[in-house]
């Protein structure tokens, strides 16, 4: 429930633009249905509109251009064979939360930084496909490991290529 609660908070918070924003979010085969039920209930509850209002975590993106980027990469996903479980509409420069589930890796939302409120998620089934999967990326500035197996956590920090592992946190 934490990793989901956190998932969404660094997926959306500042309209996911900024660098260190969560983009995708692998979960275990075993916990997997469950940590998506979790995040969708957690996107549900994030606050869009105004920054200046209370509890606002997304506002606007930085412009219409970026706008238009971003759900044309949401679009691309889709129809590549990813699945929209969440968010995606607009109301001016402003993009609800997007949870976009199974998306192929080739596509933007996969392979470019998004800089925009928008997580892929994915099952894995080890820790070593987890870090495959993370490390197939040309970025590499952070990446988050929840879990309590302190092997998984000396596992994860030795071998996934990142600048910075956060553990238990995003």
């Known amino acids: 429930k934490r990793a989901a609660a956190r998932a969404a908070f660094g997926g959306f918070a500042y309209a996911g633009q900024s660098c260190i924003s969560v983009q995708r979010i692998f979960a275990q085969k075993d916990c ?12 549900a509850k994030v606050k869009v509109g105004a920054v200046t209002e209370k509890g606002v975590i997304v506002g606007p993106m930085i412009d219409s251009g970026n706008a238009d980027r971003v759900l044309a990469w949401v679009d ?14 607009r109301t001016g420069d402003t993009i609800t939360p997007v949870v976009i589930e199974g998306a192929p890796h080739s596509t933007k939302v996969c392979s470019e ?3 925009a ?54």
């Open 76 to 89: 691309e996903a889709v129809k590549a064979g990813g699945k929209l479980l969440a968010g995606g509409k």
């Open 32 to 43: 997997y249905e469950e940590f998506k039920k979790l995040l969708l209930e957690e996107t």
């Open 113 to 115: 930084e998004v800089f």
């Open 117 to 170: 409120p928008i997580v892929v998620l994915e099952k894995f089934d080890t820790v070593d496909d987890a870090i495959r999967l993370v490390n197939d990326s040309k970025f590499g500035l952070q990446a988050g490991v929840f879990t309590d197996s302190q092997a998984t956590i000396r596992k994860c920090i030795s071998e996934i290529e990142a600048g910075g592992i956060v553990v238990n946190e995003v």
